[in-house]
């Protein structure tokens, strides 16, 4: 029995997808219009119109208003994962973040959303190796690349290490709290030596896409990263969320 052929607006949507993921319409180039479109396919703008929508959907197309249907800019950050890389930034005194985005001709800043003190869920303790409910400072952070929302980060420390120091206090920290950790005079003065992260792929709730500008169709990935110092104490527990459409991550694992 013969396959059966996609509906025509169905054909429409991958032809199109097609020219955009090729780049030959790149991102922020203007669709054709509707008129020409219908014309292009021999079919009806109502047709053509169910295929943009699907587009949009997949959060490849963006309406303006009064202006027409553009191919979506996709700002993405390319986050390079080694050791190495990450203590070259953290000697510089940059945020590792800020710095990849500075070396791929991007600017990035970091928006500090709120710091408080509450009992650590459950699945922040079991990362910590704690009881649920034990005191954790949490620090939310928004970060931006070109105004553009690109990571919502809440930052978790152990209230009993951290109390009374800067982690606590409703402002950025000069150097990161990694500075603080490594700090020889510092609460920790011990040196970070492994990363350890987890990462989930969902999609957004409500909430999540609206702060982070996500389109409808595009998942969040999820990423728990654990810092772990010397003694093999986790000092830090990142609870990170970025959306997939504007990162790329590679890990470069070194095989003894």
Not at 40 to 45: D, I, L, S, V
Not at 86 to 114: D, K, P
Not at 150 to 177: D, K, S
Request: hydrophobic content about 40%; aromatic content about 6%; charged content about 25%.
């Amino acid at each position: 029995m013969a396959a059966r052929e996609a509906p025509l607006f169905r054909q429409i949507a991958d032809s199109l997808r097609s020219a955009i993921l090729s780049g030959e319409f790149t991102p922020g180039t203007q669709l054709p219009s509707e008129n020409d479109l219908k014309d292009r396919y021999g079919t009806t703008r109502v047709t053509v119109r169910k295929a943009i929508a699907l587009l949009k959907a997949d959060g490849l197309l963006i309406s303006q208003q009064g202006k027409g249907v553009f191919v979506r800019p996709r700002p993405a950050v390319q986050m390079l994962t080694t050791g190495a890389n990450w203590r070259r930034r953290r000697e510089s005194g940059t945020a590792n973040y800020n710095a990849e985005a500075a070396a791929q001709g991007l600017v990035a800043e970091q928006q500090l959303l709120g710091v408080e003190t509450l009992p650590a869920p459950a699945e922040i303790a079991e990362r910590f190796e704690v009881p649920a409910g034990t005191p954790v400072i949490v620090r939310r952070l928004l970060f931006v690349v070109d105004e553009q929302p690109m990571q919502l980060v809440c930052a978790y420390y152990m209230a009993a290490r951290f109390a009374g120091t800067e982690v606590e206090q409703p402002r950025r920290i000069r150097g990161g709290v990694s500075r603080l950790v490594e700090d020889p005079v510092g609460p920790i003065r011990q040196r970070f030596i492994q990363f350890v992260e987890d990462l989930e792929i969902r999609m957004p709730t409500p909430e999540e896409a609206e702060t982070l500008a996500v389109p409808p169709g595009v998942p969040v990935a999820r990423v728990f990263r654990t810092g772990h110092v010397a003694s093999g104490e986790i000092v830090e527990v990142l609870d990170s969320l970025v959306p997939c459409d504007r990162h790329v991550f590679r890990y470069v694992i070194d095989v003894p």
